[in-house]
Antibody, heavy 120, light 107 residues
Framework: QMQLQQSGPGLVKPSETLSLTCTVSGGSISGNYWSWIRQPPGKGLEWIGYIYYSGSTNYNPSLKSRVTFSVDMSNNQLSLRLKSVTAADTAVYYC??????????????WGQGTVVTVSS | DIQMTQSPSSLSASLGDRVTISCRASQSISSYLNWYRQKPGKAPELLIYGAYTLQSEVPSRFRGSGSGTGFTLTISSLQPEDFATYYCQQTYSNPRTFGQGTKVEIK
């Protein structure tokens, strides 16, 4: 059974870069799409974007200028980098597999979530 | 972006009750609609995709319906694990967007 284990700092200073890692076990990054999703405290879900195992990406326009996804096939890891963070970026960040059942799709396997607070 | 609006924002119900949650899209999305359940402090779980297809191992008490701009999630008999927040999500276009959530609480 595929599992996603997230890691990364829980506290980031304003204007700095948020970096998170998602390690895939029980399955392979290869052949799959992967997404990052965040949830501000007490609020709903926001899709940040996706990355295909080949490295192609699609970002939410609201974050496109500040976000970068990457894939490390050798370590079965995904990474998220969000630069120039502000308090508005405080949220629980999730990685998820974006499964395709053409023509439909959905996020069917999720990481445990990482609470990230932006504060000095 | 496609806006997703859920109603109600919250509801109170008892064990065994039948519950209905609505989701409306700002434009037609055909049947490109998913439902998720999020228990407190946990990641969301996919319940239904394609408006009405149950994800693997999801109990049959969950049913999705609708197409175009109006959708419904029905839980036929509430179980203890169903007291949670539910989100709809459109998969018609990028950026993928979610509804604001419906919290189901114990009466």
């Amino acid at each position: 059974q595929m599992q996603l284990q997230q890691s990364g700092p829980g506290l980031v200073k304003p204007s700095e870069t948020l970096s998170l890692t998602c390690t895939v076990s029980g399955g392979s990054i290869s052949g799959n799409y992967w997404s990052w999703i965040r949830q501000p405290p007490g609020k709903g879900l926001e899709w940040i974007g996706y990355i295909y195992y080949s490295g192609s990406t699609n970002y939410n326009p609201s974050l496109k200028s500040r976000v970068t996804f990457s894939v490390d096939m050798s370590n079965n890891q995904l990474s998220l980098r969000l630069k120039s963070v502000t308090a508005a970026d405080t949220a629980v960040y999730y990685c998820a597999r974006w499964q395709q059942w053409a023509p439909h799709d959905g996020f069917d396997v999720w990481g445990q979530g990482t609470v990230v607070t932006v504060s000095s | 972006d496609i806006q997703m609006t859920q109603s109600p924002s919250s509801l109170s119900a008892s064990l065994g009750d039948r519950v209905t949650i609505s989701c409306r899209a700002s434009q037609s999305i055909s049947s490109y609609l998913n439902w998720y359940r999020q228990k407190p402090g946990k990641a969301p779980e996919l319940l239904i995709y394609g408006a009405y297809t149950l994800q693997s191992e999801v109990p049959s008490r969950f049913r999705g319906s609708g197409s175009g701009t109006g959708f419904t999630l029905t839980i036929s008999s509430l179980q203890p694990e169903d007291f949670a927040t539910y989100y709809c999500q459109q998969t018609y276009s990028n950026p993928r967007t979610f509804g604001q959530g419906t919290k189901v609480e114990i009466k």
